[in-house]
């Protein structure tokens, strides 16, 4: 049986991605690792927009963040990912909470 604390991990990680704007950002992360900027761009979205979810999401132990310079990159975090890292358009991607896991088909 799983402990609390993991149930307690997985319903924020849920909670997380309970968001359009954040289920879009992680999708676009599927595509590899994305600084704000990166990530403004694709999803036509403002720059304080983007970074207030992925502040979000990291908080939720679903994306991890690295300097790298005078930028931040963004990749989902290795422990949530099932497969599909670098995903191709028939390719299901899994995010793998450990109590559950989602499927973001692309369709």
Do not use: W
Request: hydrophobic share 35%; charged share 25%.
């Amino acid at each position: 049986m799983k402990k609390k604390l993991e149930y307690e991990l997985c319903a924020t990680r849920l909670k997380a991605l309970a968001d359009p704007d954040r289920l879009r950002i992680v999708e676009q992360l599927f595509q590899g690792a994305m600084n704000v900027s990166d990530l403004s761009e694709k999803l036509g979205e403002e720059i304080v927009k983007i970074s207030h979810h992925l502040g979000v999401l990291r908080h939720a132990q679903v994306v991890q963040s690295q300097k790298q310079g005078r930028f931040v990159i963004y990749q989902l975090h290795p422990d949530v990912v099932a497969c599909g890292q670098e995903a191709t358009e028939t390719q299901t991607r899994r995010i793998d909470f450990g109590c559950c896991s989602l499927d973001l088909d692309q369709s």
